[in-house]
């Protein structure tokens, strides 16, 4: 950007120069007037770093992954141990060129307890907030070398992804996990190896699925630890976070015009002393990733699996409002509409849940 603007401004100064030398024309001077306006122009236009790709037809819609648990800790007989998922999500809009044009980040961190005894500490019917639903209350601007709040650092990374391509996304100065870029280092002093791998794989994953130029990108996310089980003398147990993602456009008129749905889900297992078992060192795939995989279309009523069906509700929403997604039929937390539940059997709670995140964070 700054080789951009150098070589603007000495173009403006090299016609400018040019024309007062030759000394008298007045048409050459308004010519240089002119193109020194011009420069100038395209001189803030290239400074507006943090300005919106002006992309045109149609845009693909992604969603990204990146998640570690290998932040998680035995208990000791002081202190209880913690299972910990740290899921970074990335939902990016991408034009024609390859380019990203809205990109939105956002982290599930959960720690669930674990005693030296193989209990479960945490409450499992809590809800756990992300790091940007957290917002100035997750805590980091006071310890921040920058003064900058995780959020607020999230959206300065994001920014700078706007209007990169992967490959410029990808070849970023990073040392030890910090970004280096000069354009970055005053905004983020974050790690920010997830942030780079889950846009990436957004950008890889993103599909036509009608999103337009001028729509708004949003990113919902609810997760839950309410599937953990604690550890007995017989087998381990399982600390388990789980993640619902939605990414979607919405238009003017607030109709959604394209959706994705995911899950993460984290199983960090767990002795009966409350050491941890699980591999700390292993990538945690998402459940589209899995793909069948997974293994639900075995045991499913209708024969698809779950990456198909969670397909199947986001093609449902788009084309719809946020009221007419909420006014969905449901029966004990599934759809009840025939022709929707010979798609989609899992329930939908937790999806419409995330839609209605999602459409409020598009802005």
Same mark, same amino acid.
């Given at each position: 950007?700054?080789?951009?603007?150098?070589? !603007?401004?000495?173009?403006?100064?090299?016609?400018?120069?040019?024309? =007062?030398?030759?000394?008298?024309?007045?048409?050459?001077?308004?010519?240089?007037?002119?193109?020194?306006?011009?420069? /100038?122009?395209?001189?803030?236009?290239?400074?507006?770093?943090?300005?919106?790709?002006? /992309?045109?037809?149609? #845009? !693909?819609?992604?969603?990204?992954?990146?998640?570690?648990?290998?932040?998680?800790? $035995?208990?000791?007989?002081? &202190?209880?141990?913690?299972?910990?998922?740290?899921?970074?999500?990335?939902? =990016?809009?991408?034009?024609?060129?390859?380019? =990203?044009?809205?990109?939105?980040?956002?982290?599930?961190?959960?720690?669930?307890?674990?005693?030296?005894?193989?209990?479960?500490?945490?409450? +499992?019917?809590?809800?756990?907030?992300?790091?940007? *639903? +957290?917002?100035?209350?997750?805590?980091?601007?006071?310890?921040?070398?920058?003064?900058?709040?995780?959020?607020?650092?999230?959206?300065?990374?994001?920014?700078?992804?706007?209007?990169?391509? /992967?490959?410029?996304?990808?070849?970023?100065?990073?040392?030890?996990?910090?970004?280096?870029?000069?354009? !970055?280092?005053?905004?983020?002093?974050?790690?920010?190896?997830?942030?780079?791998?889950?846009?990436?794989?957004?950008?890889?994953?993103?599909? &036509?699925?009608?999103?337009?130029?001028?729509?708004?990108?949003? +990113?919902?996310?609810?997760?839950?630890?309410?599937?953990?089980?604690?550890?007995?003398?017989? /087998?381990?147990?399982?600390?388990?976070?789980?993640?619902?993602? %939605?990414? #979607?456009?919405?238009?003017?008129?607030?109709?959604?015009?394209? %959706? !994705?749905?995911?899950?993460?889900?984290?199983?960090?297992?767990?002795?009966?002393?409350?050491?941890?078992?699980? $591999?700390?060192?292993?990538?945690?795939?998402?459940?589209? *990733?899995?793909?069948?995989?997974?293994?639900?279309?075995?045991?499913?009523?209708?024969?698809?699996?779950?990456?198909?069906?969670?397909?199947?509700?986001?093609?449902?929403?788009?084309?719809?409002? #946020?009221?007419?997604?909420?006014?969905?039929?449901?029966?004990?937390?599934?759809?009840?509409?025939?022709?929707?539940?010979?798609?989609?059997?899992?329930?939908?709670?937790?999806?419409?849940?995330?839609?209605?995140?999602?459409?409020?964070?598009?802005?």
């Amino acid at each position: 950007m700054k080789k951009k603007l150098v070589a !603007l401004m000495c173009a403006a100064s090299f016609v400018a120069t040019a024309f =007062v030398g030759c000394g008298s024309n007045d048409a050459a001077n308004e010519t240089a007037e002119q193109t020194t306006e011009q420069v /100038a122009e395209q001189t803030e236009q290239a400074a507006a770093t943090n300005a919106p790709v002006a /992309a045109e037809g149609e #845009l !693909l819609t992604g969603i990204g992954t990146s998640v570690s648990i290998a932040d998680s800790a $035995d208990a000791t007989a002081d &202190a209880d141990g913690t299972a910990q998922c740290d899921a970074t999500i990335a939902a =990016v809009t991408v034009d024609s060129n390859g380019a =990203v044009v809205e990109c939105v980040i956002d982290i599930a961190q959960t720690k669930i307890g674990v005693s030296a005894d193989g209990k479960i500490t945490s409450d +499992l019917n809590a809800e756990y907030a992300s790091k940007r *639903e +957290l917002g100035d209350d997750y805590g980091m601007k006071k310890a921040s070398a920058i003064g900058k709040e995780w959020y607020e650092q999230a959206d300065a990374f994001a920014a700078w992804t706007v209007g990169k391509t /992967a490959d410029e996304i990808s070849g970023m100065a990073i040392e030890q996990g910090l970004a280096t870029d000069e354009d !970055l280092v005053a905004s983020v002093s974050i790690h920010v190896t997830g942030f780079q791998a889950a846009v990436l794989e957004a950008m890889n994953n993103a599909v &036509a699925g009608g999103a337009q130029a001028g729509d708004k990108l949003g +990113l919902g996310l609810s997760t839950n630890i309410a599937n953990s089980v604690d550890a007995s003398a017989d /087998a381990e147990g399982t600390a388990e976070a789980y993640t619902t993602i %939605s990414v #979607l456009t919405v238009n003017g008129d607030g109709v959604i015009t394209s %959706s !994705l749905i995911d899950a993460v889900q984290a199983k960090i297992t767990f002795d009966a002393n409350g050491v941890i078992t699980a $591999d700390t060192s292993a990538d945690v795939p998402s459940k589209d *990733e899995l793909g069948d995989a997974y293994g639900m279309k075995a045991a499913s009523a209708i024969g698809k699996e779950w990456n198909e069906q969670a397909a199947a509700y986001a093609e449902y929403t788009v084309g719809k409002t #946020l009221e007419e997604v909420e006014g969905t039929a449901v029966e004990e937390g599934r759809a009840a509409d025939a022709d929707l539940a010979a798609s989609v059997s899992i329930h939908i709670t937790d999806f419409n849940n995330v839609i209605a995140k999602a459409v409020a964070s598009a802005k």
